[in-house]
């Protein structure tokens, strides 16, 4: 008996994971068939942070504090900075979703209760790995290189989109807190400041010292920093602790908001229907 027990538990564990990984392919699938019914949103969410490198690079200029080639240091920022605009899409797909009472529909539906998450999350990801090799390429094309080979190169992107995978939970969580479409914009908002108060397009040395610092501590500094010396590109100048220790900053914000805003956001999910 308990052998046929342990055997059935057994099998029944191994049902639940596949049946799990079905259902979050399937969402993950709807996430994927919203590209081709909405074309135009995809095309923008695309072409609006190549408007911004062509902009900062030709029209705005900028480079205070920065030595050498301004669009070898300008770029490495505006790969980091399209990772965080991603943001607003993931706030409003949700929000709506929540709106339309879609998410109820799928929480009343036999299936698994995180794989609207995970597939959101996946989907997201796959759209912001397009994105940032749409950005890359544009980069090459008007005079961005990078030395230090493939791994370096490599291990740069995958610092990108660990800040990308890290700004998803934090916009899951708040569309669920937020719960309304309109209340995104609020957020929006709150990102162009922040996104501006780091070094993507100058350097800390060129600010005041105050402001500096907090340039220096910011997340999206802490990326954009440690993925400019991957790439072999020209780095903030900087002796301080943020500015020679940028790689381990550059996993250790990431990976704390994602210890902080995953829980939160399974949470919200799972209070949802109470």
């Known amino acids: 008996m308990s052998a046929t027990h342990g055997v059935s538990a057994e099998h029944g564990t191994g049902s639940k994971l596949g049946w799990a ?37 030709y029209l705005i ?36 979703d929540l709106g339309k009472g879609v998410i109820d529909r799928f929480r009343s539906m036999p299936m698994n209760s995180g794989a609207v998450l995970v597939g959101r999350s996946v989907a997201d990801m796959l759209q912001s790995a397009v994105g940032l090799t749409v950005m890359i390429t544009v980069g090459y094309a008007i ?84 993925v400019r010396g991957l790439f072999g590109n020209p780095g903030a100048a900087g002796d301080s602790w943020a500015a020679t220790h940028a790689e381990l900053l550059a996993v250790a914000w990431p990976v704390a908001l994602i210890a902080v805003f995953f829980p939160l956001a399974v949470k919200r999910f799972r209070d949802l229907s109470r």
């Open 61 to 96: 200029g900028g480079g205070r504090g920065i030595e050498g080639d301004f669009t070898a240091y300008l770029v490495p920022g505006m790969l980091t900075m399209t990772m965080a605009f991603g943001l607003e899409a993931t706030m409003l797909s949700v929000t709506q």
């Open 143 to 226: 005079g961005w290189r990078w030395h230090e080979g493939l791994a370096a190169f490599l291990g740069a992107v995958g610092l990108l989109l660990l800040l990308r995978f890290a700004m998803l939970w934090i916009g899951i969580h708040l569309a669920m807190v937020a719960g309304k479409p309109e209340l995104v914009q609020a957020v929006q908002i709150l990102v162009w400041p922040v996104s501006f108060l780091s070094n993507v397009i100058a350097s800390p040395e060129s600010m005041p010292s105050w402001l500096g610092v907090i340039v220096e501590w910011n997340p999206m500094s802490a990326t954009a920093t440690a």
């Open 21 to 57: 990984a079905v259902d979050s392919w399937t969402m993950t699938r709807r996430e994927l068939a919203h590209w081709a019914r909405q074309p135009v949103q995809v095309v923008v969410g695309l072409v609006f942070p190549v408007m911004m490198l062509l902009m900062f690079s």
